[in-house]
């Protein structure tokens, strides 16, 4: 039964691994889903028949029907709560689920240490290291993926710095670990174990606290590589072959994906964690030129009569789930013969591949999108960019202003069109609070209002131009 069982361990651990894999191209994902799905359900499956020390199944002995019970009543729970909320989720909100759902993943991984500390015969040596770690890691993820909710959710509507923070924030992991380790050293003392867990909690809110909008998407990428983690060091402690494996693919990749996505925002990931962008606003007096506003006619027959037109998607598209009237807009102009191409910045929205996800819903193809390396050159022979909703993905002091927070980020050319039509709410900075530099140029208009009402008169003037 044990070979059986971890037979089907490393099958689940093959599919996840083969699922991520798949999950890496736009035409693959949905298939790299169901192949991971397939993984979770064998893998979840095959612990109602781990086998007990009296060699029948543990779950199942008499004197462990009550955890069965508990143990099916929440898969049912999570089951039809998770199909349920993939259902009415908003693809605006995909962020939020995306935080929220890898709270909960680093928040098992701490409530499994847990268990393990109240046995009555507790982990030492080695498996006491790897569990203390794993709650301490966990515990990080969970409280610092429930407030990046609360952030993106807009429950908490600023960054919260105080003074020390940083030195604050430093000795409170030293004195979290000493807490750990004492309980490695002692054993664990209820009380011990109760304040350790609390701190973790509370540092995992502290260091998400400063973080501003414009570096939330690496933070969450960074608080799903801790869960990865955190899930790989317990699945050792319980001996579980596939939450190793899936743990430490997941805390891999999510690694990985931050490093390449502070990497495309030129910060060292030192920086966002503590010397984030607040989106406390600059005052802009010093930006040179003015904003010029123009209708949704203006805009239209700009990019009606243009030879090609690329469009920078941002967060106000998201906000307003303006993507299918942009692509509807972008079918009637290439009707028109005009070359229309989406541009996309590695970290624009509130997570990574934000806009990718919303274009595809759209039904954008995917030769029509491009990463910044693959278009950033063609931007100076583009007719019209048009930026939706974007800020700090297309400011252009990200390469000339060296006191701006953004100094130094590879940007979006948008500046470097022929012309630029910005979609924008109002005249106030963007949700990172940076000033931008493009709306006051010579080549940019302003169409000001919500996405889906600016889109939409924009769809009705290139109606009546044909």
């Known amino acids: 039964m044990t070979w059986v069982l971890w037979g089907v361990y490393l099958i ?5 691994i083969f699922g991520l894999k798949a999950m890496s191209s736009p035409k693959t994902a949905a298939a790299g889903i169901k192949w991971a799905g397939v993984g979770m359900v064998l893998a979840t499956l095959a612990t109602f028949f781990i086998p007990g020390e009296d060699g029948g199944l543990a779950y199942f002995a008499a004197d462990k029907r009550i955890n069965l019970i508990l143990v099916v009543v929440a898969l049912v729970l999570g089951t039809a709560g998770a199909a349920w909320l993939g259902k009415i989720v908003k693809m605006t909100d995909m962020p939020q689920m995306v935080a929220m759902y890898n709270g909960m993943g680093g928040g098992a991984a701490a409530l499994i240490a847990a268990v393990e500390f109240t046995r ?4 030492t040596g080695v498996h006491a290291v790897l569990a203390m770690l794993g709650a301490f890691i966990g515990s990080v993820a969970f409280s610092g993926s429930i407030l990046a909710w609360a952030k993106l959710q807009g429950v908490m509507k600023k960054a919260v710095r105080w003074p020390v923070q940083n030195f604050g924030n430093v000795m409170h992991s030293l004195v979290t670990l000493g807490l750990g380790i004492a309980i490695v050293v002692f054993g664990p003392n209820p009380w011990l174990v109760i304040a350790f867990f609390v701190m973790s909690l509370i540092l995992g809110f502290a260091l998400t606290s400063p973080i501003g909008g414009a570096d939330m998407p690496v933070v969450i990428s960074l608080l799903n590589a801790f869960t990865g983690v955190a899930v790989g060091l317990e699945g050792y402690v319980l001996g579980n072959p596939a939450l190793i494996i899936a743990g430490i693919v997941v805390g891999a990749a999510g690694t990985l994906l931050t490093m390449l996505m502070a990497k495309a925002m030129n910060r060292p990931l030192t920086n966002v964690l503590f010397a984030p962008i607040t989106g406390e606003a600059q005052a802009g007096g010093g930006m040179e030129g003015s904003m010029k506003e123009v209708n949704a006619m203006d805009a239209a027959a700009m990019m009606r009569y243009a030879e090609s037109v690329f469009i920078v998607p941002g967060y106000g598209m998201a906000v307003a789930g303006a993507q299918h009237k942009v692509y509807e807009m972008t079918k009637l102009l290439e009707a028109e013969g005009v070359e229309v191409k989406f541009a996309i910045h590695p970290v624009a929205g509130r997570m990574p591949g934000h806009m990718n996800v919303l274009l595809a ?55 470097k069109a022929r012309q630029c039509i910005v979609i924008k709410r109002g005249r106030g900075a963007g949700y990172s609070g940076i000033e931008n530099a493009l709306f006051y140029a010579d080549n940019t208009s302003m169409l000001y209002g919500s996405a889906q009402q600016a889109i939409a008169d924009v769809v009705h003037s290139i109606k009546e131009l044909s």
């Open 120 to 123: 009555d015969v507790p982990p």
């Open 12 to 16: 689940a651990a093959v599919l996840f």
């Open 361 to 415: 819903e759209a039904g954008v193809p995917y030769d029509q999108i491009f990463d910044l390396e693959e278009i950033n050159s063609d931007f100076p022979m583009c007719d019209v960019a048009l930026v939706i909703g974007a800020n700090d993905v297309v400011n252009p002091v990200a390469r000339t202003d060296k006191s701006s927070p953004i100094y130094g980020m590879p940007i979006l050319d948008a500046d």
